[in-house]
């Protein structure tokens, strides 16, 4: 059994992707259930983001969805969660998201979910939080992110001592590990490439 209780995974509300990232989203869904561990997310049906919620749920676990009014019906708002919370905007959804959550996992996504990493790297940075972030590069789709994220440190943006505010893993099967690492780390952990 994991030391967090609860997680929160951003990830894609796309469905035209490839089948590696769904497949992702299920061994995710059963490796948080496995470990203990309930997920929060942003409360569609949709997507690997849909896929994530329906793998824990399928495999007993429980699912807190947070889902902004405005999005319920467009992202149709998935049904049969353990809980589903609708807010009234993107920023207390986010908000919530970040506060009933012992760590965050991030997936392939889209604009979305590059909003949502950055902001809680961003609060890290700030010292606002010290959770761990685990950041899923499946079939190196993060890649370019990795290569922005070390461009902005050689130029100055950034401290080199950033880097160690995220973990990057590579196989579903190291995010566990790489969080509950995380979590008994300070801000001075190193940054984690598997």
């Given at each position: 059994?994991?030391?967090?209780?609860?997680?929160?995974?951003?990830?894609?509300?796309?469905?035209?992707?490839?089948?590696?990232?769904?497949?992702?989203?299920?061994?995710?869904?059963?490796?948080?259930?496995?470990?203990?561990?309930?997920?929060?997310?942003?409360?569609?049906?949709v997507g690997i983001m849909g896929i994530t919620a329906e793998?824990?749920?399928?495999?007993?676990?429980?699912?807190?969805?947070?889902?902004?009014?405005?999005?319920?019906?467009?992202?149709?708002?998935?049904?049969n969660l353990t809980e589903l919370m609708?807010?009234?905007?993107?920023?207390?959804?986010?908000?919530?998201?970040?506060?009933?959550?012992?760590?965050?996992?991030?997936?392939?996504?889209?604009?979305?979910?590059?909003?949502?990493?950055?902001?809680?790297?961003?609060?890290?940075?700030?010292?606002?939080?010290?959770?761990?972030?685990?950041?899923?590069?499946?079939?190196?789709?993060?890649?370019?992110?990795?290569?922005?994220?070390?461009?902005?440190?050689?130029?100055?943006?950034?401290?080199?001592?950033?880097?160690?505010?995220?973990?990057?893993?590579?196989?579903?099967?190291?995010?566990?590990?790489?969080?509950?690492?995380?979590?008994?780390?300070?801000?001075?952990?190193?940054?984690?490439?598997?």
């Amino acid at each position: 059994m994991s030391k967090l209780s609860t997680v929160c995974v951003y990830c894609g509300s796309s469905s035209n992707v490839r089948k590696s990232y769904k497949q992702a989203a299920r061994q995710l869904g059963a490796a948080l259930v496995e470990a203990g561990i309930d997920l929060i997310y942003g409360g569609g049906d949709v997507g690997i983001m849909g896929i994530t919620a329906e793998a824990v749920l399928s495999n007993g676990g429980k699912v807190t969805g947070i889902i902004p009014e405005f999005l319920e019906k467009s992202e149709i708002g998935k049904d049969n969660l353990t809980e589903l919370m609708v807010v009234p905007s993107m920023h207390i959804r986010k908000q919530h998201m970040a506060e009933m959550s012992d760590g965050f996992i991030v997936l392939p996504g889209g604009f979305g979910t590059l909003d949502e990493l950055f902001e809680i790297l961003t609060w890290r940075q700030l010292s606002l939080h010290n959770k761990p972030i685990v950041i899923v590069n499946i079939d190196g789709y993060w890649d370019p992110l990795v290569q922005m994220v070390d461009h902005i440190v050689a130029e100055g943006f950034a401290a080199e001592k950033n880097l160690s505010l995220i973990q990057i893993v590579s196989r579903v099967d190291d995010v566990v590990s790489a969080l509950e690492a995380g979590a008994a780390e300070d801000n001075s952990v190193s940054v984690e490439r598997l």
